[in-house]
Structure formats: structure tokens, C-alpha cells
């Protein structure tokens, strides 16, 4: 079984920092496009950041410049660096991960349990 774990959300101020990891549990997902997600209350489910096994990323429009997404295929694991954070960024955060790797919206598989990041003024 698969799963994904998400970690390191919580409250900080509108200018500050907060970095978001996620690591997998059972098979390696080497060959899948990992990603961030995020939804606040009566907002549609955003994709955030992706990147592909050879290091490819794509990010919103919104977070370009902001946010960092990487990822370490020994580990399993994928990061969200968040920096300049402000109060549109609070949102519930998901990492996911999904096949075939062709593109950004393609079957987003495995899905982790989501941490909140809330961005005060």
C-alpha cells in the first residue's frame, strides 16, 4: 500500500516562510510527476507547483518567484519551499502524485492527508 504523508504547515505571519514536505511509504514513485495542491474554503482545488523525475517543474501563476517545489528520488520525499508567504496562501495543502509523467494534468494517483497553513496579516 502507498501512501503519502504530509508535513511541516501552521500558522506564520504575511511576509514569512514555511517549508512543506512530504514523503511516500511502499513502492518508490521515481517515475511518477509529484505534486502540491492547496484549497481554502470556497476556493476551487489549485495546482501549486509539480515537478517531474528529471527535475522539470511547472507553478502557478500565483506563487512564480515564491515558491520552490523539489524532490529526492533516494528519499521518496517531495518539498514545498513557500517564502514571501501572504494571506491568499492559506489554504489546506496536499502533496500528490501521479502517472504516466506527460504531463501536468495527468492522473493524480496517490493523494496525502492534506496540513493547513494559515498566512496572518
Known amino acids: 500500500q502507498t501512501q503519502l504523508v504530509e508535513s511541516g504547515g501552521g500558522l506564520v505571519q504575511a511576509g514569512g516562510s514555511l517549508t512543506l514536505s512530504c514523503v511516500a511509504s511502499?513502492?518508490?514513485?521515481?517515475?511518477?510527476?509529484k505534486a502540491w495542491f492547496r484549497q481554502a474554503p470556497g476556493k476551487q482545488h489549485e495546482l501549486v507547483a509539480a515537478v517531474t523525475s528529471a527535475g522539470s517543474t511547472h507553478y502557478a501563476d500565483s506563487v512564480k518567484g515564491r515558491f520552490t517545489i523539489s524532490r529526492d528520488n533516494a528519499k521518496n520525499t517531495v518539498t514545498l519551499q513557500m517564502n514571501s508567504l501572504n494571506p491568499e496562501d492559506t489554504a489546506m495543502y496536499y502533496c500528490a502524485a501521479g502517472y504516466p509523467p506527460t504531463g501536468w494534468n495527468t492522473n493524480y494517483e496517490y493523494w496525502g492527508q492534506g496540513t493547513q497553513v494559515t498566512v496572518s496579516s
Open positions: 511502499g513502492r518508490s514513485l521515481d517515475s511518477y510527476i
